[in-house]
């Protein structure tokens, strides 16, 4: 399978902030890769997908950028509802794992 | 817009099984590729398993393969992953999901609510 490597594992920052997150693949996986946000008792929600397409009714403050192994989310302008967990994931083959990283907790600073 | 629902969750002893459910309303069910995606306590979430949208596909994480299986009754609407043999690790909150892609092979956009599997005696 695949491995993903998030960092950081958590992220302080206020609101208004501008942050990255970045994901790495231990392999090539061109631009299929997905980032999700995720709150406590809650489903992840897809945000981006092949790697910076973004997802309908996501708002324009989050985008994504990479190819190969190298990804980063960006959130431009934090608001207040963004401190949740992001994880990103790979969906290279049906062999690959459907990876997901370990995840970045964004807390409020 | 496709909706899905989990069911069958519980408690469970070691060593026993257990099915789960993920009903889907919507006009596309017939047409999707279906994943199951499991998360521990405290943990990312797991990828388990795949189904072609006919059902003739199937695809599972290592960990799961032998013990589990994935199937659809597509005349119900109905997802099911049939889980047996399970241990303590097999412990978290199931998801069913699925993608734009009829394939599958595609970034998980629409997601169940989840029902948590607990295995402990």
């Known amino acids: 399978d695949i491995q993903m490597t998030q960092s950081p594992s958590t992220l302080s920052a206020s609101v208004g902030d501008r942050v990255t997150i970045t994901c790495r693949a231990s392999q090539s996986i061109s631009s299929w890769l997905a980032w999700y946000q995720q709150k406590p008792g809650k489903a992840p929600k897809l945000l981006i997908y092949k790697a910076s397409s973004l997802e309908s009714g996501v708002p324009s403050r989050f985008s994504g950028s990479g190819s190969e192994t190298e990804f980063t989310l960006t959130i431009t302008g934090l608001q207040p509802d963004d401190f949740a967990t992001y994880y990103c994931?790979?969906?290279?083959?049906?062999?690959?794992?459907?990876?997901f990283g370990q995840g970045t907790k964004l807390e409020i600073k | 817009q496709l909706q899905l629902v989990e069911s069958g969750g519980g408690v469970v002893q070691p060593g026993k099984s257990l099915r789960l459910s993920c009903g889907a309303s919507?006009?596309?069910?017939?047409?999707?590729?279906m994943h199951w995606v499991r998360q521990a306590p405290g943990r990312g979430p797991e990828w388990v398993a795949l189904?072609?949208?006919?059902?003739?596909?199937?695809y599972y994480t290592e960990s799961v393969k032998d013990r589990f299986t994935i199937s659809r009754d597509n005349s119900k609407n109905t997802l099911y992953l049939q889980m047996n043999s399970l241990t303590a690790e097999d412990t978290a909150v199931y998801y069913c999901?699925?993608?734009?892609?009829?394939?599958?092979?595609?970034?998980?956009?629409?997601w169940g609510q989840g029902t948590m599997v607990t295995v402990s005696s």
């Open positions: 994931q790979e969906y290279n083959s049906y062999y690959s794992g459907f990876t």
């Open positions: 919507g006009l596309t069910f017939s047409t999707s590729a």
């Open positions: 999901a699925t993608t734009k892609m009829t394939t599958g092979l595609d970034a998980f956009d629409v």
């Open positions: 189904i072609s949208y006919n059902g003739i596909n199937t």
